[in-house]
Structures are given as structure tokens and as C-alpha cells.
């Protein structure tokens, strides 16, 4: 029982269901198309092909062996017929064809399929602003852009460059250019934040100030209204509603819009977002055609509703699916959790689930910790402080989310892998307490700093631990609101010398070991702000204070280490 | 409603017990007392102290801001009152006082308790040989033994040394001797493999390979007769059922003992094993009395059996929950599941669950699958090969166990760690293949190696792959059995030339993308035996094979680069 299917789009999906299903059934055929001429790429390789980490763009096309993977390679090795350059234009549904044609001369193709896969992927969003066609201007859709970006920087005819919009690729993209290139290279967002719904606003303001250190400028809460040319029709600027910045290469890294234009014109379920609509067998509306990648909605598995993610991550997985399910099996791919992770200079920033924002907006009850923690046994010489931060709901202790920043990325990728790794299984923070990390001092700590984020979200769901942010510390320090608190560095006095000295006279020292003797000069009548190096002691004095009556005591979550992060120390 | 705690050990589970209860009972009081000095130390760092990683040994014994944690520090910061050298004698269960005296003057002490820690950790099992007593040979029971080694090649007074047992200790200990100090040192044990119980045959095959390329001589199979000594009484050989060693230094790491003769003589529930026995809220079975750390047995939590596991990262997690449980809370700790990892020079093994092996003690039909791929994109430019191995259940798709091999630590324990942070949610390998690992190209594959592993089993399982370990290849390629399967290496030309010319006639190419049009150079009457680089080219080529009527046909998992590890290429 033969069939042949046809899959639109060779990038990502398209050549891993086309793969997996051949594998299953070599007896039947399947032929790929693609508008493109270059295929089956590693587009999320692209800012590091911008950079010269990678030298070939052909690289992002090979396999781990060398292997180009072009028409020749699916035909030979995969058994797959991929026609190039080809533009599907109709789905016949009830003929059970897709009509297409050659774009070099336009030679119309008619391919009947027993069964279709949608794999048409995304397009960087335009902005619809004026000057947004000036040469120049790119949007970065696919490897011809990222070769001609690349070409630009490499032959020295880019000194200043704007990027919009502070997302993984705009940050990755403003990373390559000023690392390796030396373009003064500017970041204009829309947003108050960088990684605006990725991350909550401490974690992002961590990065921000890494990005700023490494010569990345930023204008946050900014939003561009023109690109302008010079008499050449080449890009020379970017005015916003508050800058006006020079640039001889723009990039909008604006998000993406699903292509899903095809099947909505064929009568397929497209969400009001843009997604086109699959079950959990990846299933359009028509149970003969499939889609993902790109072009389709996800459903979340931490809130059940459905969301847009553009991942080649995920696109690769649910490409296996779908080919099994092409040949009759019942593989499902039940949705996703938003796991990700991006490389900032030496720093990193990785994260999976609801951040506090979107939770609350969600409607969880929902409030997070922070804790910074070394990476690796506090006594094992080389060692980085790593940040985390945990979103939970109050009632249920259900986990929502788990976030990074640090320097050692393979050390932070892996916690956030493992918290994310039970995410769908509802975990609760006791569950964190307790997970069994891999133990040996090179690697983690006793108490590894997961177990410490759950312990800490313990104590403050418990009363017992009371945190505030470093950013509220920060407001407090500068005196936003009025409030006259107390300031108490609970450190050793050699520890706390400097601070004492340069901090000036609001600045209070008492070593957490001595609070318990010299609790008289602690004022009674306003609240105390405990501060440590990481929040440890500080809350260890903090239930010192509790104890000897004082209500209104709380600990710096993350101490001075997060406060030096965020550059919010006194 | 204040109540005194009493406390036997305080070195890992202890002080964390204490601190935990004084932070939720600061009204209350703890005595916690220990037969030695040092307390309070990070025990699992001793390798890193005596390799001189560590410089001095108060790191191991010090706060991670550089307090030592001696009796002042518990007094003053955690209100723990610590009486060191003194030994627990007798509980008096029924009059609720620990009978104890002190060491240097044996004055009797009498300590009244409402409840009771029992933290008596472990003891290096002794081997009952003759010499064992002699100078010279170690039992690494403290961190007083570990200065004591460190002296003596510090001092250049070790020029060979013997470990006993290829435990985590053992090789951590013999690292350390060959990388710091260059002492000539042997492991003997008594197991055909390094890491027995701990690992598979295969992985621990490519470890050994990898500490003896480092100079580390290894006794496998072979079992301890007796240390030798000279005049002075120090020891000078180690002699074994097979072998006569030199050394002037022997470290007996041959398992560790529970300290569980104080609970047992007091008639508390000990198992066969030697454990104390307690419930999920860490009691034993006087409700008064709560035990954790390397003294009680735990539950496994794959298998639900009882099972020992003495481990640091485990003691101090018990600890805050036998803390929360004394003030009067409900925590709990359900087992464990053998979660580890273990640094041996460049090399890192890390692993979760259960082996093939114990899953097969255990009753499981279990099986296992191995994949070499790189630790991120195969096109980005730093990049490590990773082998990983799964074991799971044949008809329920359980997974039971991960274990790996590779260079890139942190990399690895990631993949690890996110794999058992699934394992007690008892997933099914098809969870593996969609688990949402955070993607970028600089720390993982769009298609990550624990999803690549997950459709390796999958595969399997449905028959569509069959595969041959690399130590299986190595006996059939050494001809074993007299098997005479043909040898078919599926890659690219230029990539098979040079083994071709190596390895003789039996070895033969055609690349993958070939093999349809050169079948009939493939024997139809013999096994087939295919090999690429990393398996998945061979796999690939096993199906066009199959479906050209070849039935016996095999996929070398892992491929070269398997066996290369394994030092078993051809």
C-alpha cells in the first residue's frame, strides 16, 4: 500500500518528516518542494554564520559528516525528490493536489499526494514603517540574507548598525556584529526590557548591563518610526520617537508571522493569531495533511492554551512525529513549555515556562524568588555565581517557570533542563527541594542551588524567609517612595569595610553571628532591610530579628551579588 | 512548647538538621555532638583537597563566605551548641538521655533529649587482610586521614601507591595522586570493570581507557591478599590473588559501612544490610528518634526496594527535612534514585537510575541502547562528542536509567540531570524523544542528543534498527565465535579510505547513499554488520538493506566513535 506524500518546505519539518517517513515506508515516495534554492539549513546557526564562528555557510546545510544537503543528498541518501525554487500556489483538497510552479519560468507543476505536510515555516515580521525597503534594511528570512549580511560586515562597509528589537536573534545578531566585527551596533525596543516576555525584568536587566559592557547600546522603550536613505537608496538612519541614530545596515528582528496564508486560503483551520490549527497528531482540519514547525499553533503544557513558538527545536521533533504518523503510526506531540536558551558574550540566559508576568496574566496566583549560587561546590576553586529564578503559584506550590543568568552556560543550561524536564508533570517546590542533582564538587553543590531555590521559595511561602527583589532594594536605596528603612549588611566586619566606608552613614553593619548581643541598635520603629553577600545570612538574621520581636524585616534575595549584577549595589 | 534536640555527628546531615530546626524553632535548643574535631566538612571534596586543587583543608570545612564552621561558628550563627570529641555510648530510649563521654578524659556526660538526630554517617570498610594495619595503608574515614595523605606526598614520601577499589573514591583518590603529585598508582579491583554497579560494561571500558592514557595502572579481576610491610612496620606491596605491586601508600576504598551499631544496640529497627531503617519522614522506628545520611537504608524509587547509598548531596537534603520534621512539620523524603557523577581528568561519567545489569537483577526486560553525538550543533565550532546510554523496559517503554561518557562535564551532567529529574514521573522512552532541552546552537542540537536517544530505543524496539554494541563488534571483529559477518562501512569514501586500507579485506565501503545500486556486492548469505561514524548513517543504510530482502543485518551503535572510545576499532 504505497503512497506518496508531499511536503512544502525543506528546512527544518519538511526534511525530518520526509526522512522518518521514508524510513518507515521506503516503498512509498515523497517529493519536497521549497521556494528556495538553499535548503534544509540550520537557520538558528545563522547569528554565528553573521559572526565568522562559522566560517562556510554551507556548514549550516551540512550534515555532522560533511555532507551537503541538497537535492542530490535527499534523493541519494533519503530516498526524498526535493524540487527547488518551486512555489506552491493552491491545495486542491478534494483532488488531492498541490498546484505549484517554477519560479525561473514560471512552468506551472501539478503534484498529487496521498497525504501533504505543511512545513512552510515563518517570515520576519515588517514593520509597515516608511524607508523599511531602503537597501540596507534586512530581514533576516532566510541564508541568502544572513550571506549578504554577512558579506556587508566582512567587507568592511558597515561601521554603524541597528538592530530592532531585542529578541534572541536581535541580541544574538547585535552580539555577532559588535563581537567579531567591531560595528557600533545599537539595540532600539519597543519594550521597557530586553527578552520582553522571555524573562522578567531582573534577569533582563542582568543581561542588559553584560550587553552594555561588551559595547552593545540600547534604547529600551523606544520605538522606531522611520528608517531613512541617503540619495543612493541605502539605509543611512533610524529615527525613533525619541533618537535619531546613524546606521548603514539595519536589522528588524521584529518576531516572525507564521506562513500559513496557503492553507487558510484552502480552507484549513488558522487560528485568529495566524497559526494553522493541528491536534496532537499534528493534524490540520483535514486529517490528510499535517503541519508544524513554524506555521502552526502549539498548545502550552503548563496553561493548556494555545501559543506561537518558532523554534527549530521543536520543529525537528514534531517533523519525526508527523513522518511516523504519515506512516500510519500514532506518535503525538502534546505541546510545548517554551524551554530556551541564548548566548550573550560570556553570559547566558536560559529559561523554561511561565515567567511571573505572563503567569499572573494567566491568572496563577503566581510569585517568584531569586537566589545566586555558585555552579559548582563553593569550596572547588574554579566556580561561577549563577543566578536563578523560580515562578510558582502561591496555593497549589505548583512550579511555573525557571529562569537563569551566568556566566557557564552548560552549567546553567543544565539546571534549567532539569527543572523544565519535570515541568509537565506538575511538580511542586518541595519536589525542587529534593530532586536528585548529579553530586560531585566539580560539578554541583551538596545542596545544589535548585534544591536552594526550592528551599528558599519554601521559606517565603512558609512566612518564615520575607525577600525583597534587588530592584525594589534598588528603589528603596535611592528612596523612591519616602521610606527611611534600615539598612543592615549582615557580613563580617572585614567583609562589609568597604561598603560601611563608601555607603555612607544609612549603611549599618552587624555580623549575623553578633545580631543576637547588639540587637539595641537595631531601630524599632522602622523596617530593617537585611543584606548579605547572596541572601543566605540574611535570612538566617532575619529570623534572629523575628524572634526578638521586629515585624517588618526583609532579606535581600540574592544579596549583593545580585544587586552588583543588576548594578543596583550602593 | 521549647524542646531540646540532640544531635549524634555533625558532619554533613547533622549541622544541616540542627540549623534547619533552630531556624524554625529558634526557641528551642540542639546539642550536637561528634567523636571528632574537624566537623562539619564537605567530605566529597577530600579527593580535591589531597590532589592539592584545594589548597588548604579549612576550605572543606569553611562557609562560602570563609567562615570555618567550628564550635563558635554553630553557637554564635545557628545557636547550635557543639561538643566535639566525644562519643555517644548508649541511648536510654526510655528516659530519653543519651548516654556520652568525652575522649581525652572520658568524663561522662549525660545528654537529655526530647528528640533525637541520628548522624552517624559511615566507616571505610575494612577488608580483614593481614597488614591492613600497617603505616602506610589508609582508610580515608575523615578529613584528619585525608591530611595525613596529602603530608605524605607533599612531602615526596610516596613514590608508588595502591588504591583499593575503582568506586568514585577510589579513582577520584588515584586522580589525584597521578595528576598532582605524580605518584605511580595502581587500582585494584576486585570487579572485571572500573565503576562496578555504577556503570555498564561499555562505558566503564571507556573510562578505564581514558585514566590509563593519564598513567593509571589498573589490577582488574583481581582481588587483595595482603599488604606487605618492612622493618619499620610501613607498608611496601600489595599483593593480590594475580599480581605483586610496590607501594609505599595504600588506600583501601573498598565501600563504606553504616555506623549503625550505636542504633541497633539501642534497639532501634536496622536492616539485614546494616541501615538504620526509617519511614518517609526520616524516623526510625522510634518516633522520637529521626536518622539520615550514611547511616540509614533508603527506598529505591525506581524499584521501591530498600537500598544503601551514601552520599553527601543526600545526607544534607535529609538533614532540613529531619530539620522541618523535629519543629513539627511534614516533610518528606521519598529515596533515591543513585543520581552521580564523577570527574576523572578531562573525562567526566555521569549517570541516574538503574544499570542494564540491575534493571535485569531486578526483574526488569530491560535493554539498553548507546549514542555517540556532539554535545552541541554539529556546525557549531567548539564542540565535544558525548556518549550517552539509556536502559529501559522492553514492553512498557519505561525508561530505568541514563548514564554518559564525555569530555564536556558540565555539558553531560545537564543531559543527565534533565533526564533523571523525569525518572520517578516513570516516563516512557517517547518522552525522551520530545523533551523540550533548551536549544541553541551553542549548547545543544535542534534534535538533542537525549531526544536522538529516545528515537534510538524507539527504533529498537519497533524493529525497524537492530544494533550491536561496540563491545559486541569488538568480538565479532575479533572473531570470536567464528562468525564471519560481512563488514560494511556506509560512509562517505574519503571518510572510510584509511581504515580501508588498514584493516584488511574484511572491511568494506559503500557509502550510504550508494548501497541501493551496489547491492548485489553485498553477500546475501552471511550477517551484515554495518558501521559510520556515529550510527546513524549505518542505521539508515540497515533499512535500505532490509527492505532489499537482507535480514540479517546490524547497526554498530555508537560507530567509530564508539569504538574508538573503546579503544575496539578495527
Redesign the interface.
Known sequence: MSQHVVVIGAV?LGP?AAARFK??E??SSVTMIDREELISY?G??IP?FVSG??SDSR??R????H?VRDEA?FR???GVDVLTGVEALEIDRSARVVHARRLNDQTPLRLPYDKLVLAMGSTPRRLGLPGETLGGVRHVANLHDAERIRDAVAKGRVKKAVVVGAG?IGLEMAEALTDMWGVETSVVEIAPQILPRVVGPVLARMALRHLRSKGVRFHLGESVREFTGNEAGRVCGVRTDASRLEADLVIVAAGVIPNAGLARASGLDVSARGGIVVNARLQTSDARIYAGGDCVELRHLITGDPFYLP???????QG??IGTNLAGGA????G??G?????LFDK?V???GLTLETARTCGFDALSVLIVQ??R?????TREAMTLELVFERGTRRILGIFGFGS????L??????????LR?RPVI?DL????????????S???IV?SLG?LADNVLAG?NAVLGPDEFERLWNNGNGERPYFLDC??EA?ARQLVACAGERWHNIP???IRERLDEIPRDRPVVVV???G??S??AL??LK?SGLEDVASVQGGLAALGSLGAAP
Do not use: W
Request: net charge negative.
Open positions: 527544518a525530518k524510513r518507515m521506503p516503498g540550520g538558528c546557526g554565528y564562528d562559522i556548514a549550516l551540512s550534515t555532522s559528516f555532507m543528498f541519494d541518501t533519503k534572541f523554534m527549530g527545536s521543536l520543529a525537528n521533533r519525526r512525529v506518535a503525538q506531540f502534546e510545548a513549555q524551554s530556551f536558551v541564548v548566548k547566558t536560559a529559561g523554561s555558585p555552579d561546590a563553593h569550596f572547588y576553586p557557564a552556560g552548560d552549567a543550561v543544565g539546571r534549567v533542563d532539569a527543572v523544565a524536564a519535570m508533570y518541595d527541594s529534593n530532586l536528585e542533582m548529579a553530586y560531585s564538587p566539580p560539578f554541583a551538596a545542596m545544589d534544591n528551599n518564615r557580613r563580617e567583609d549575623q553571628g553578633r548579605c553577600n547572596t543566605a545570612r535570612y538566617e529570623v534572629t524572634e
